[in-house]
Nanobody, 116 residues
């Protein structure tokens, strides 16, 4: 069992930046970030394994990175928009992909709020 703990959420103005971090208690093949806005389904944001993948809505603004030695993954979010407001979840597992079902472990989530 791998435990994930996110940090770094908060309130920021549109156009600003935030950096999310996720610490894992063990190694996994892939790690990812998902988000869920009020009244909406959870959606893929970015993943990292041998390569990185991004949702079209964040491509060019968000960057996912990983420190394998420390079992951490980060999400640098720049040029934030009000529509980026959501609870952001860290995920990890033995497969990489853009659907929730492909990940075995989940963090508790961290709130990101972007004001206009």
């Amino acid at each position: 069992q791998v435990q994930l703990v996110e940090s770094g959420g908060g309130l920021v103005q549109a156009g600003g930046s935030l950096r999310l971090s996720c610490a894992a208690s063990g190694r996994t093949y892939a790690m990812a970030w998902f988000r869920q806005a009020p009244g909406k389904e959870r959606e893929f944001v970015a993943s990292i394994s041998w390569s990185t993948y991004y949702a079209d809505s964040v491509k060019g603004r968000f960057t996912i990175s990983r420190d394998k030695a420390k079992n951490t993954v980060s999400l640098q979010m720049n040029s934030l928009k009000p529509e980026d407001t959501a609870v952001y979840y860290c995920a990890a597992g033995s497969r990489s992909g853009s659907t929730s079902a492909e990940y075995d472990y989940w963090g508790q989530g961290t709130q990101v709020t972007v004001s206009s």
